[in-house]
């Protein structure tokens, strides 16, 4: 089946500070590849997605890149701020019908400290 | 435009209690998501909708689990004889159901205690 494995967390940095967290997959067919944020109290929000090999998501200065070679997604911001303290969950749709379940990692938690 | 609205925000029930979770999703989309979010599993799919069928009720824990949609908009998920297992965040998402958009758009939440 399908399956998310992100870095383990809790992940903490200074503000500025250069980040990444890691995620591949496993699944069958061409998923769709998707990155959530859920801030402190709140729901999940996407943050950026990637639909196809090689296509790059970017938001609100996080990208990352959808690596079929590699099974990759990883998340990065070149410059990390505060009120990016929240946690971070990859999921995949496997795509197999236009509208299929979201299968989810862990999750990481990301702490910016000033 | 309104997002995902979840009810009620908490609730705390005694074991044993039927409880009953209500989900509005946003306005136009067809495609209507149950997930649970505890600390020792994560983010689970439960059930998926599409216009009022449930093509896939693969992630419903037990027989204790159902759902249902009607007309196509509000959905209400309802757990019977309730335990302190199903202590979780109960999330409801939401999307377009055309095809080329995955994405989906979640509400707030429900947090659900059972004593």
């Known amino acids: 089946g399908n399956s998310v494995t992100q870095m383990e967390g809790p992940v903490t940095l200074s503000e500025e500070a250069f980040l990444t967290i890691n995620c591949t997959y496993t699944?069958?067919?061409?998923?769709?590849l998707f990155w959530y944020v859920q801030y402190p109290g709140e729901g999940l929000q996407l943050l950026l997605k990637a639909t196809k090999a090689d296509d790059k998501g970017s938001n609100k200065g996080f990208e990352a890149t959808y690596r079929k070679e590699t099974t990759s997604f990883h998340l990065e911001k070149g410059s990390v701020q505060v009120s990016d303290s929240a946690v971070y969950f990859c999921a995949l749709n496997d795509g197999g019908t236009s509208y299929g379940k979201l299968t989810f990692g862990q999750g990481t938690i990301l702490t910016v400290h000033p | 435009g309104a997002g995902v609205s979840q009810s009620p925000s908490n609730k705390v029930t005694e074991k044993g209690k039927d409880v009953e979770l209500r989900c509005d999703p946003i306005s136009g989309h067809t495609a209507l998501y149950w997930y649970r979010q505890s600390l020792g599993q994560g983010l689970e799919f439960l059930i998926y909708?599409?216009?009022?069928?449930?093509?896939?009720k693969s992630g419903l824990p037990s027989d204790r689990f159902s759902a249902e949609r009607t007309g196509g908009s509000v959905s209400t998920l309802t757990i019977q004889r309730t335990q302190q297992e199903d202590s979780a965040v109960y999330l409801c998402a939401s999307s377009p159901g055309v095809a080329g958009t995955y994405e989906q758009y979640f509400g707030p939440g429900t947090r659900l205690t059972v004593t």
């Open positions: 909708f599409q216009g009022n069928s449930a093509p896939d």
């Open positions: 699944a069958t067919g061409y998923p769709s």
